[in-house]
């Protein structure tokens, strides 16, 4: 059975750090991309870092420079690390896989896990 379940969620001021995981199960995960989405209320899902089978990360503008994707593929386990967060980073985080190649478009993302909840307070 495929789960991805994410945690490390919480609410922090701005200017502080939070680390999310993501724990995978019931795929070949070292050849999946591992992606992040994040939703606010009202708002598009969106697209915020990858990071290839291969270990290459990307990332989205707005994050860049404050965030760093990782994975750990001994332990199926892909992280999030959030540094310098603001209150528009607040958002429900979900991580996504897709086999082989990474895609920012949601569409194309074949698991996703439930989310965890990021609220950052000015």
């Known amino acids: 059975q495929v789960q991805l379940v994410e945690s490390g969620g919480g609410s922090v001021q701005a200017g502080g750090s939070l680390r999310l995981s993501c724990a995978a199960a019931?795929?070949?995960?070292?050849?999946?991309?591992l992606a992040w989405f994040r939703q606010a209320p009202g708002k598009e899902r969106e697209w915020v870092a990858s990071t290839y089978p291969g270990a290459k990360t990307v990332y989205a503008n707005s994050v860049k420079g404050r965030f760093t994707a990782s994975r750990d593929n001994a332990k199926n386990t892909a992280f999030l690390q959030m540094n310098s967060l603001k209150p528009e980073d607040s958002a429900m985080y979900s991580c996504?896989?897709?086999?082989?190649?990474?895609?920012?478009?949601?569409?194309?993302?074949?698991?996703w896990g439930q989310g965890t909840q990021v609220t950052v307070s000015s």
């Open positions: 019931g795929f070949t995960y070292n050849t999946y991309c």
């Open positions: 996504a896989a897709k086999h082989d190649y990474c895609s920012t478009d949601s569409r194309q993302l074949t698991y």
